[in-house]
């Protein structure tokens, strides 16, 4: 494998992210839709940019990985925080590039770290927590395993919320938010996935009988009951 390279999938390659990387991800397009307003990176200027990699990548409990297209092209980032390496857990943080989602990028890159995560760093788990309105993002976490193992309800700071409660342009994720004493919540899903169901899920990825169409339809009708 190449220099800083850890793993490989069918549409991505995943890295070690590097300090160039923070100004790939600054020229990155801004999301439309405000409900993720809060993914795009913070503008910065060059001192800005040195000192913010150089405090992320000094950490002991944070890790940074850059994801590239087929073109090599950097259009995602992965995150570990709050790593315990002697529990083997850490929490997940992955974005796309807005003008690339939905093109299965993100699935592919997180199914082949979770490879390295579990064979080549030895973790047991790894955890995250989804906004319940977040249905592409939690798609892509149960096609790579995650089950859902609770819930909570916290602040995020996003402009569009006073309008989630009152647009009815947003009337279908209306219930996911209210408000709080301090301004407005959202309903957070917790996930978990481990090895063992990681490998299981690749597994039954590769089925040709798991028909996406059905899956998807399970997929709606789980994170309504939750
Ligand atoms: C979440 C994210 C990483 C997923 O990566 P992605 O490349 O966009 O996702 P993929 O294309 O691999 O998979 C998305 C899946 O969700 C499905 N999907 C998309 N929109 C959906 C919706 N509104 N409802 C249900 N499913 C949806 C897609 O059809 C696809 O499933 P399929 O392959 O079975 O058809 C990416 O969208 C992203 O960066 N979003 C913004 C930041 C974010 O939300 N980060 C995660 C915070 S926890």
């Not at 160039?20 to 993914?39: C, E, F």
């Not at 943080?93 to 003008?99: K, L, R």
């Not at 592919?108 to 927590?129: P, Q, T």
Request: glycine content about 8%.
């Amino acid at each position: 494998m190449a220099e800083g390279i850890v793993a490989r999938g069918e549409k991505t390659t995943i890295r070690w992210f590097e300090r160039a990387d923070v100004d790939k991800r600054q020229r990155w397009t801004r999301h439309t839709d405000p409900l993720y307003s809060h993914n795009d990176p913070r503008p910065m200027v060059g001192r800005e940019r040195d000192l913010w990699f150089l405090e992320r990548s000094s950490s002991s409990s944070y890790r940074m990985f850059a994801v590239d297209d087929l073109q090599e092209e950097m259009i995602g980032w992965i995150t570990l925080r709050n790593i315990n390496k002697s529990a083997g857990t850490s929490v997940l943080g992955i974005a796309i590039e807005p003008t690339r989602m939905s093109q299965g990028l993100g699935t592919d890159a997180l199914m082949a770290f979770l490879d390295y995560y579990f064979r080549s760093l030895g973790f047991r788990e790894m955890w995250l927590d989804v906004a319940a309105f977040n249905l592409r993002g939690i798609r892509c976490y149960e096609k790579c395993g995650f089950r859902f193992v609770g819930k909570h309800w916290t602040e995020h700071p996003t402009s569009a919320f006073p309008a989630v409660l009152s647009d009815q342009k947003y009337k279908d994720i209306a219930h996911y938010f209210r408000r709080s004493m301090l301004g407005v919540e959202v309903l957070y899903l917790d996930m978990v996935v481990d090895r063992t169901s990681y490998y299981r899920q690749k597994a039954a990825n590769k089925n040709a009988g798991d028909s996406g169409e059905e899956s998807g339809r399970l997929h709606q009708r789980r994170v309504a009951s939750w």
